[in-house]
Nanobody, 119 residues
Framework: QVQLVESGGGSVQPGGSLRLSCVASGSIFSIYRMGWYRQVPGKPRELVASTHVSGGTNMADSGKGRFTISTDNANNSEYLRMNSLKPEDKAVYYC?????????????WGKGTLVTVST
């Protein structure tokens, strides 16, 4: 069993900052990819940022210059630092990871953490 647990969501004013955390636990053999997606009601889930075991990083245009993704491999954790938040960043943010256990890699999702940006 693998679990992804997010934390760090909350309510901030425009221009504020938040740091989301995701910790993966369970019978983990290897984590190939970790990342963050977000979703608003009525729209599909969209990629925010991700990191690959090779060291590559992918950042959506919406986050470039404002968001930073980082990984703590020793603790199976991933972080998303979000600065200069805008009202349009309001969403449920989900942690995602491609993880190998005793079976080949499978996609896992956290339950999500809500980010609200409003005055």
């Amino acid at each position: 069993q693998v679990q992804l647990v997010e934390s760090g969501g909350g309510s901030v004013q425009p221009g504020g900052s938040l740091r989301l955390s995701c910790v993966a636990s369970g019978s983990i053999f290897s984590i190939y990819r970790m990342g963050w997606y977000r979703q608003v009601p009525g729209k599909p889930r969209e990629l925010v940022a991700s990191t690959h075991v090779s060291g590559g990083t992918n950042m959506a245009d919406s986050g470039k210059g404002r968001f930073t993704i980082s990984t703590d491999n020793a603790n199976n954790s991933e972080y998303l630092r979000m600065n200069s938040l805008k009202p349009e960043d309001k969403a449920v943010y989900y942690c995602n990871a491609l993880i190998a256990t005793l079976t080949p890699g499978m996609d896992y999702w956290g339950k999500g953490t809500l980010v609200t940006v409003s005055t």
